[in-house]
């Protein structure tokens, strides 16, 4: 194995087929009376990944979590984590920690104690325990509050001591249940680049179970994204985002276009004929297609351009259109286009000058183009 | 043409607000008027309430309890006497609460009373706690149902349920025919008129008032506390006496003082139950009282009693409004 390649497999073991999974979930099934809230998962986390589960509520993500903490037990398949089935094991005897979406901190305690209370149960002596939880308050920025209670604490400050709590002990797995759901939005922001780092300095397992497809793309070295208790695409997160598997998790992570249609041939590669458009529409080349099939194309926001002029570019698609709205986002632009056949677009342009020196505006006559590789081909 | 259009425009719209205005006011008056009043009134009915069917009784228990016994009626001296020269002569006698200081039978009846409320209220604790917690962990219906089956007694007379269980404890009762009958016993055992049956008496006479406010405490605490307990290497049993039981102490003072306070002044079980063998300060009051007829010194007992229940309130008092500020 050339050793590039053998280092690409370092940070990526999940591309690598000899590495030892560190987490394997085999089969897991959890039914509550007739409701099946996760259905036969199984899936691989490696040492030091930064795994999400995503998915909308109800999709057993968190079913799925509670099951690795040991709060539920599945009604069949298997855990094992470290290579150790964790089936018959209590919560507290799991080598895995918990951050609670509500944080539970014990409001009988201060700041200090809460962190302390996982070292208590394992016997760790006075001194050390001090020293652990002086080092891990410091680490969270908490030194100061350590004599406070929960309820004395802003949601920022609580977050943080739940998850002082949850890696004091040094656990080989933290799980994370939806960890900046209850934080606005610039410390959510913060907070995600905080949990980065700690995770890179301590090298733990993380996985979080997020509904927010932002939050999951940003912080995660793999997704998991669930519907109905199934696993339904696992990938990184430019995977999952540029390639997604079907058209809901196109349509649940990120914004996409979609023109659904028959598949025809002309000379070396496939169009579409789209009912809507007269003209077909060239579908990308990899794709493996068969004539008269129902497929769907797809097309990112932003993989479209949008000019004034016709680009004149016999690689791109070209159509016409007219632009019915725009939001102006600051950063980026966001365009509803309505093209031929009442079909509406929408386009993401990067606010590239300060002054462009001719916006486009409400009804502005468009073209708009994308090169064909940039689109997808999905099916249902 | 315009112009003038638009002025008086603005001129009538003017006009409405203005008038609109001073309705809304007008309602805004009317409405503070009645706020104001209700408030005061709603305040003010249960301190009236208080004030006749508390504050005045009190006063004129106090007022017995530092005079003297007569053979009258009312049986007992006058605290004001107007005296030769027209000068109002108030008179409090200490006799009373000396006498009870002095005479063995009251302190040792207020020991006993104490001691006997002490132990039922730790044996109510004891049952309750686990029966609150079961029926919080108990799902849907269930729990309703055994809500239910707690509060069900108070549906049938207090006075009933005691004489009911003079029935099963008496030495030809229910329970001792029970023991023979099944040949566990061969004559029947003394339960009655004992200390054991006042036991009995209160801690299922009082249980409901245990387990109702544990229930309401035990059913507001957040389950996943337990969750992440356990997660962070507590036993069951850890979890339990490091999470659960410090957040329910608010429960269990409050249903600890629903329990001993009454229980402590009891007549009614004392008296059913145990019989002359057991002394307790309501049957003694009741003697003084009844059959002694010396009004001051069952006044005198009375506001001891009171004296010493009023501490027990000030320490829940205090616990309260610690919890409060915390």
């Given amino acids: 194995m050339p050793s590039q390649e053998r280092d690409a497999f370092l940070d990526r073991p999940w591309k690598d087929s000899t590495a030892e999974p560190f987490i394997r979930i085999e089969g897991v099934t959890k039914r509550f009376g007739t409701f099946t809230a996760v259905e036969a998962v199984s899936l691989d986390i490696y040492k030091g990944e930064l795994f999400s589960l995503l998915g909308g509520s109800g999709c057993g993500k968190t079913t799925l979590l509670r099951m690795l903490a040991g709060f539920e037990e599945p009604t069949a398949g298997h855990i094992y984590i470290d290579g150790v089935d964790m089936i018959d094991v209590p919560a507290y005897a799991r080598p895995v920690n918990m951050m609670f979406q509500s944080y539970a901190l014990f409001p009988h305690m201060s700041v200090e104690d809460n962190v302390a209370y996982g070292l208590k149960r394992d016997g760790v002596s006075k001194a050390e325990i001090s020293q652990r939880v002086a080092d891990m308050l410091s680490m969270v920025e908490l030194l100061e509050l350590q004599k406070r209670k929960p309820h004395q604490l802003s949601g920022g400050q609580r977050q943080r001591v739940a998850l002082a709590r949850a890696l004091v002990k040094r656990p080989k797995l933290l799980l994370l249940d939806e960890p900046l759901a209850a934080l606005d939005k610039r410390l959510r922001e913060q907070t995600q680049f905080e949990l980065m780092n700690i995770q890179d300095q301590l090298g733990v397992t993380f996985i979080v179970v997020t509904h927010d497809q932002e939050e999951a793309m940003t912080l995660s070295t793999r997704i998991a994204v669930m519907d109905h208790g199934q696993i339904i695409q696992v990938g990184e997160p430019s995977e999952v985002y540029e390639r997604p598997q079907t058209k809901d998790i196109a349509n649940f992570i990120g914004t996409i276009n979609m023109f659904d249609g028959e598949v025809m041939s002309s000379n070396d590669s496939f169009l579409l004929r789209c009912p809507k458009i007269s003209k077909p529409l060239k579908l990308p080349s990899q794709a493996e297609l068969n004539i008269g099939q129902q497929v769907t194309l797809a097309i990112r926001p932003e993989k479209i351009k949008m000019t004034l002029e016709d680009p004149h570019d016999s690689l791109q698609i070209t159509l016409r259109g007219e632009v019915l709205e725009f939001a102006y986002m600051g950063n980026i632009s966001i365009y509803r286009v309505k093209i031929e056949g009442e079909v509406v677009l929408q386009i993401t342009i990067p606010n590239l000058d300060r002054m462009a020196e001719r916006k486009i505006e409400w009804d502005d006559q468009v073209f708009i183009s994308w090169h064909p590789e940039n689109s997808l081909v999905l099916r249902d | ?326």
């Avoid at chain 2, 917690?133 to 349920?161: D, E, H, Q």
């Avoid at chain 2, 307990?229 to 249903?255: E, K, M, N, Q, R």
Wanted: hydrophobic share 55%; glycine share 4%.
């Fill in chain 2, 1 to 326: 043409m315009t112009k003038p259009t638009d002025s008086a425009l603005t001129a009538s719209r003017l006009n409405e607000s203005a008038k609109m205005t001073s309705h809304r006011q007008w309602v805004h008056v009317v409405d503070n008027f009645f706020q104001s009043r209700w408030k005061g009134l709603s305040v003010a009915i249960p301190y009236v309430w208080l004030v006749i069917f508390f504050l005045i009784p009190f006063f004129i228990v106090l007022k017995i309890s530092f005079a003297e016994s007569l053979i009258a009626s009312p049986p007992f001296s006058s605290l004001f006497e107007w005296s030769e020269d027209a000068a109002l002569k108030m008179t409090l006698i200490f006799d009373n609460f000396a006498y009870l200081w002095e005479d063995d039978l009251y302190v040792k009846t207020y020991l006993n009373s104490v001691k006997i409320s002490t132990i039922s209220t730790i044996l109510c604790l004891l049952i309750g706690y686990p029966m609150a917690y079961a029926i919080v962990r108990a799902s849907g219906t269930m729990k309703y149902l055994l809500l239910l089956m707690v509060i069900l007694p108070f549906w049938t007379s207090f006075l009933l349920r005691v004489y009911a269980w003079m029935g099963i404890l008496a030495d030809q009762g229910t329970l001792n025919s029970f023991l023979i009958w099944a040949g566990i016993i061969d004559q029947p055992i003394r339960m009655m008129y004992s200390e054991f049956a006042v036991y009995i008496g209160i801690v299922y006479s009082y249980l409901p008032f245990m387990i109702l406010p544990l229930y309401a405490n035990l059913e507001k605490l957040d389950l996943t506390l337990h969750e992440a307990a356990s997660d962070l290497g507590a036993h069951p049993i850890t979890v339990f006496f490091t999470v659960t039981l410090p957040l329910t102490i608010p429960g269990i003072i409050a249903g600890g003082l629903l329990v001993f306070i009454p229980a402590t002044g009891e007549f009614v079980i004392p008296d059913l139950l145990g019989g002359g063998n057991v002394l307790m300060i309501g049957r003694v009051l009741y003697d003084e009282f009844n059959s002694n007829h010396d009004w001051p010194v069952a006044a005198a007992v009375a506001i001891a009693l009171l004296i010493l229940l009023v501490i027990p309130m000030m320490f829940y008092q205090h616990a309260q409004s610690r919890q409060i500020n915390n």
